[in-house]
T-cell receptor, first 113, second 115 residues
Framework: GEDVEQSLFLSVREGDSSVINCTYT??????LYWYKQEPGAGLQLLTY?????DMKQDQRLTVLLNKKDKHLSLRIADTQTGDSAIYFC?????????????FGKGTKLSVKP | GAGVSQTPSNKVTEKGKYVELRCDPI?????LYWYRQSLGQGPEFLIY????????DSGLPNDRFFAVRPEGSVSTLKIQRTERGDSAVYLC?????????????FGPGTRLTVT
């Protein structure tokens, strides 16, 4: 079945770059997403990438997609303490789907001053 | 404009009771989704509405769970005979499109605790 895997923790120093990795199993996923969840808050859509792209940049965020290896990464440049949160990778459930998302367990990013 | 809202924000109930959780989607969004998030996990899909109809309810764990969206806007998730294992944060999301990018916008969730 479909599965999305992420490492659970990442710790970086303020000003460094953060790279959060994700692997997924459904090769027919059309869109892949990154969501951010701060303590006590809902999920915030950060960015997404269409499966026929291999890179997308949006200000401090860069998404890289390796479709052959089913590997997705999120790079946050110049990481700030406000970036501390849990980051979820999600894939849409297959081609022609209704957009139901499968999420990973989330990577907790800690940014040290 | 206003985002997705969910009420109540917290609900504590006793085992065996019935609960209703409400979701107000972003105005004009035709698609609405319910997810459940347990501690330390990512959200898990429960049910999806396109308009008034439940297009996919394959994520509902059993027949104690039911959801409605009678007028194609507000949705209510209903749980009968609650069990302690139902304790979780219930998230609602809405999307402006059925096809395409599926950009889902989430509400803050309802934290359900079954004692």
């Amino acid at each position: 079945g479909e599965d999305v895997e992420q490492s659970l923790f990442l710790s970086v120093r303020e000003g460094d770059s953060s790279v959060i990795n994700c692997t997924y199993t459904d090769s027919s996923s059309t869109y892949l997403y990154w969501y951010k969840q701060e303590p006590g808050a809902g999920l915030q859509l950060l960015t997404y990438i269409f499966s026929n792209m291999d890179m997308k940049q949006d200000q401090r965020l860069t998404v890289l997609l390796n479709k052959k290896d089913k590997h997705l990464s999120l790079r946050i440049a110049d990481t700030q303490t406000g970036d501390s949160a849990i980051y979820f990778c999600a894939e849409s459930m297959g081609a022609g789907s209704q957009g139901n998302l499968i999420f990973g367990k989330g990577t907790k990013l800690s940014v040290k001053p | 404009g206003a985002g997705v809202s969910q009420t109540p924000s917290n609900k504590v109930t006793e085992k065996g009771k019935y609960v209703e959780l409400r979701c107000d989607p972003i105005s004009g969004h035709t698609a609405l989704y319910w997810y459940r998030q347990s501690l330390g996990q990512g959200p898990e899909f429960l049910i999806y509405f396109q308009g008034t109809g439940a297009a996919d309810d394959s994520g509902l764990p059993n027949d104690r769970f039911f959801a409605v969206r009678p007028e194609g806007s507000v949705s209510t998730l209903k749980i009968q005979r609650t069990e302690r294992g139902d304790s979780a944060v219930y998230l609602c999301a809405s999307s402006p499109s059925h096809g395409g990018k599926y950009e889902q916008y989430f509400g803050p969730g309802t934290r359900l605790t079954v004692t």
